[in-house]
């Protein structure tokens, strides 16, 4: 963060501090937790979870033995300090690893002086904007079979992802919660280990890596990619209560002759409902995916700004995810630019 607020400086953008608000209850990450990552991946060897090994999963797991350290604590150095040296003192009794805190506590007390004036109450300062009228987005960093309790554990991250870390990460109530907007890409990837039924490891599957620009945004790890897979949209939605979903990349498919989607899977010879997701890695490495095929529209979609823009059979393909998903679409993306987007007359059809 210290580096991305220093580029926008560098780049003549001078209020990003008086812009940027930080929770006093957020939990602070420090290296040692980014080493103690490293050795439980190197630990667990060819059963390694595939983390980004920044130290998440410890972080969390700090927060949840009630010993982790807050954004909070940084308003009193003195417990602060205190807190630290007792947090990684345990650690380090459990772990066993060297540590430079000396050099650590005095970049932190650096950061500090940076800090103090961007944090704040957040659960207060929403509560303010939400009484005032004003209108909150809050964006999920992860993708729903990520989420510690509901996804493919334990290939998953530390938090909730799906939309009730909106009330258990943000201190919003659910009936605040006006509405939930599903974002799913044209085809499916996955970062990290665990299964993936739709999983393409042919040239196919390469060219969507590489056209779709795939590639992980904290590590650079290349993504695993694979055709759309509709039981986890509706097993998604199952969690999420999707209003409508924003369909992103139906670009990276324009070169294809011939599309597929995943529209069920079978386990041990029987259908599973639409919503269904097996619980265990087992059951889910076991599925069958049945298929639809369709045929692709091979031609440019870039300048496409509604539905009867596009191709006739881009057109089915996104009728058919609609009619598969229960869900209408209300955004498609149609080109790597921000702008590069189909907005009129998706949820209409």
Not at 108 to 126: A, G, I
Not at 282 to 287: H, K, N, P, R, T
Request: charged share 25%.
């Amino acid at each position: 963060m210290m580096k991305e607020l220093k580029s926008l400086s560098d780049a003549g953008i001078t209020d990003a501090q008086k812009r940027l608000k930080i929770s006093d209850r957020a939990h602070l990450l420090f290296d040692f937790h980014t080493t103690i990552d490293g050795m439980q991946e190197k630990g667990l060897k060819n059963e390694s979870i595939g983390t980004t090994k920044r130290g998440i999963g410890p972080c969390y797991a700090s927060k949840i033995t009630r010993n982790g350290v807050r954004v909070g604590d940084l308003a009193d150095w003195d417990l602060f300090a205190k807190k630290y040296n007792t947090l990684l003192s345990a650690l380090q009794s459990q772990f066993g690893f060297e540590h430079n805190a000396k050099e650590e506590l005095e970049r932190f007390r650096q950061y500090r002086e940076v800090l103090k004036p961007m944090v704040v109450d957040s659960v207060h300062l929403l509560h303010e904007a939400l009484s005032q009228g004003k209108t909150v987005l809050a964006e999920g960093a992860n993708a729903a079979l990520l989420d510690v309790d509901f996804g493919t554990y334990p290939y998953v991250t530390s938090s909730s992802t799906s939309a009730g870390g909106i009330s258990t990460g943000l201190g919003i109530p659910p009936s605040k919660i006006g509405s939930i907007i599903g974002v799913v890409k044209a085809y499916t990837t996955r970062v990290g280990s665990g299964p993936f039924p739709t999983e393409l490891t042919d040239a196919v599957g390469e060219g969507l890596r590489a056209k779709g620009a795939e590639f992980g945004t904290t590590t650079g790890r290349p993504r695993r990619c694979g055709w759309l897979d509709i039981p986890v949209v509706q097993y998604s939605h199952a969690l999420n209560g999707y209003a409508s979903l924003n369909i992103t990349k139906l670009d990276v498919l324009s070169e294809l002759a011939e599309i597929k989607i995943g529209v069920a899977y079978k386990l041990r010879g029987k259908v599973l409902p639409p919503g269904l997701m097996p619980a265990t890695l087992a059951d889910l490495s076991a599925v069958e995916v049945v298929y639809e095929t369709y045929k692709g529209w091979q031609s440019d979609i870039s300048k496409c700004k509604k539905f009867t823009d596009l191709p006739a059979p881009a057109r089915a393909y996104l009728k058919r995810v609609e009619v598969l998903t229960g869900i209408p679409i209300s955004w498609v993306g149609v080109g790597a630019g921000r702008l590069d987007m189909a907005t009129q007359g998706f949820d209409a059809q």
